[in-house]
């Protein structure tokens, strides 16, 4: 069974950074492109940012471009968002996702992971 | 960017209903479409991907159809456990969500 777990959420002020972290376990990691997606409580879903099997491609939203920074390390089976400069409107669940086909960088998610909170506060 | 406009925001059904929403894309996206149903505390899970494409595990009572611009999620014999707030999403070009529609009892 697929599993992704995020953690490393919290209560961040404005400016500051913050790593989130995200766990997989039960496919092979490294053939597949990863995700992060968020959610603002009560409101829509925006994509954040995608990292190809090798980390040879990584791709960001333009709300995000130049202050996160999605990375992976397969030999531990995780995903990573820094996130630098955060503002109040990153406030957010933040998930990770799977991509459906491992041939695939972009596409549907057939895995998500329950989400962590940042809330961005002074 | 692409945007992705769901419609309705939110219904009201009964169990054994049959429940119809719609996603219009901004420009055509062939058939790049994908619909999700969220619970809350629950992690996302997918429906249908490439439009119509049933995901392993899921009832078949989900169905999507549609192309180009104009998609279709639909719900046959809704059961207690799908009212929940489904979300589509384009691939075409980069990954842009509909607004959600809330499936409420």
């Known amino acids: 069974e697929v599993q992704l777990v995020e953690s490393g959420g919290g209560l961040v002020q404005p400016g500051r950074s913050l790593r989130l972290s995200c766990a997989a376990a039960?496919?092979?990691?490294?053939?597949?492109?990863m995700h992060w997606v968020r959610q603002v409580p009560g409101k829509g879903l925006e994509w954040v940012a995608g990292?190809?099997?090798?980390?040879?491609?990584?791709t960001y939203a333009d709300s995000v471009k130049g202050r996160f920074t999605i990375s992976r390390d397969n030999a531990k089976n995780s995903l990573y968002l820094q996130m630098d400069s955060l503002r109040l409107e990153d406030t957010a669940f933040y998930h990770c996702?799977?991509?459906?086909?491992?041939?695939?960088?972009?596409?549907?998610?057939?895995?998500w992971g329950q989400g962590t909170l940042v809330t961005v506060s002074s | 960017d692409i945007q992705m406009t769901q419609s309705p925001s939110s219904l009201s059904a009964s169990v054994g209903d049959t429940v119809t929403i719609t996603c219009r894309a901004s420009q055509t996206i062939d058939n790049f479409l994908n619909w999700y149903q969220f619970k809350p505390g629950k992690a996302p899970k997918l429906l249908i991907y490439s439009t119509s494409n049933l995901q392993t595990g899921v009832p078949s009572r989900f169905s999507g159809s549609g192309s180009g611009t104009h998609f279709t999620l639909t719900i046959s014999s809704l059961q207690p456990e799908d009212f929940a707030t489904y979300y589509c999403q384009q691939s075409y070009h980069l990954l842009t969500f509909g607004g959600g529609t809330k499936v409420e009892i």
């Open positions: 039960g496919f092979t990691f490294d053939d597949f492109a």
């Open positions: 990292i190809s099997w090798g980390s040879a491609v990584a």
């Open positions: 996702a799977k991509v459906l086909h491992s041939e695939t960088y972009w596409g549907s998610f057939d895995s």
